[in-house]
């Protein structure tokens, strides 16, 4: 039981720390999208169905551009793609 309990305590910390080093706008997932939505490129048109951990954009924003670590508006994105 203890060790049960050492686990989940273990994992959930682990959860809150990867939480806190996601940039302002975004959210972690165990499991997103191996596809996300990037200003100015195309959105793809076949993804993976694997699940990718990491910090994703919250709804309504997407990735300013490939560096993945800045979340606009979409609204605010000038598509290029």
Do not use: M, W
């Not at 686990?7 to 975004?26: H, I, N, T, W, Y």
């Amino acid at each position: 039981f203890l060790f049960s309990a050492f686990l989940l305590a273990f994992l959930v910390l682990k959860e809150a720390d990867a939480q806190s080093r996601c940039f302002a706008g975004a959210v972690y997932h165990r499991c997103g999208t191996a596809c996300p939505e990037v200003c100015g490129q195309p959105t793809p048109q076949v993804c993976t169905a694997q699940c990718v951990s990491g910090c994703f954009c919250r709804s309504g924003f997407i990735f300013s551009d490939s560096s993945k670590r800045r979340c606009i508006r979409r609204n605010q994105c000038r598509r290029r793609g």
